[in-house]
């Protein structure tokens, strides 16, 4: 009769701990979407550098969830869509923070509720990654893992000034993956606003005209004592059959200027 009753105890034990590790393994959850608050910055003109900012939400009705932490790592793949962290990109907790290489593997949050974070392309390309939401109690994870998809284009812009021309180059990236600009069977029109400074005065130019091979075009001549100032505008006018035209634009865009001469 002991032995039964012991059985029926012991029965009831893991029945119980089978129910609360189902109850840990659901009782978190989390949501993430990007958070532009600066109107010329959106989802569809990054550039290599930016910090793109993410808010994550994270629910828990685990009574012990104020005692938690919730680790975010993003996921190496293999796959070659610049997943390797602190090579092809920064996972940041604040846009203030300009190391470009850490040990940390990941970052945490140390209670649930909205927090902020961001990723900072170190390259051009298309990105496409997995990050994993892990949540742990007293250094021990806790639960199943969330996985997060995360998905986003960054370009480059370079402008190489020779003895007599000015050349633009917009790169979306060095992998055959990488075709944010260059789809195929799409024209890429461009329209560039650049600010010219020759000792103490200032001049506008607007060139236009199809990217050609590798994002490359030429603007046009250029004064022997003249500067760049800044990049006021880019435009990108992608054109496909009888499709209507999809257009992005770069407001102040950061520039590469390379000189030869």
């Keep these: 009769m002991r032995q039964i009753v012991y059985i029926l105890i012991l029965a009831l034990y893991l029945g119980s701990c089978n129910k609360e590790d189902r109850a840990t393994e659901t009782s978190y959850q989390t949501i993430v979407k990007e958070n532009f608050s600066d109107p ?19 629910e828990d009705s685990d009574s012990k969830s104020e005692k938690a932490e919730y680790r975010l790592t993003p996921l190496y793949e293999g796959q ?15 846009n203030e923070d300009k190391a470009t290489l850490k040990e940390e593997k990941y970052i945490s949050f140390s209670k649930k509720g909205t927090h902020h974070f961001y990723i ?24 199943e893992a969330i996985k997060l998809k995360v998905n986003f284009n960054a370009i480059k812009i370079k ?11 917009v790169n979306d990236g060095e992998n055959e993956t990488d ?10 029109h461009y329209k560039i606003v650049i600010h010219y400074k020759d000792k103490e005065e200032i001049r506008y130019q607007v060139y236009s005209g199809i990217l050609g091979e590798e994002g490359w075009a030429r603007l046009g001549l ?4 003249e500067t760049i ?5 880019l435009t990108i006018e992608q054109k496909s059959g009888d499709l209507p035209p999809f257009v992005i634009n770069y ?7 390379i000189k030869y001469r």
């Design 40 to 58: 010329l910055k959106q989802y569809e003109n990054i550039m290599v550098d930016d910090y793109i900012p993410y808010l994550i939400t994270i």
């Design 80 to 94: 070659p869509y610049h997943q390797m962290l602190w090579k092809d990109f920064g996972l940041y907790r604040s």
């Design 120 to 143: 900072r392309p170190f390259v051009s390309g298309t990105f496409k990654h997995t990050y994993e939401l892990q949540k742990f109690v007293e250094g021990k994870a806790v639960g």
């Design 159 to 169: 402008v190489v000034i020779s003895d007599l021309f000015i050349f633009l180059n």
């Design 179 to 188: 075709r944010y600009l260059s789809p195929e069977g799409v024209t890429q």
């Design 222 to 225: 250029i004064g022997s004592t």
């Design 229 to 233: 100032e800044a990049c006021e505008q």
């Design 251 to 257: 407001y102040y865009p950061k520039i590469e200027v």
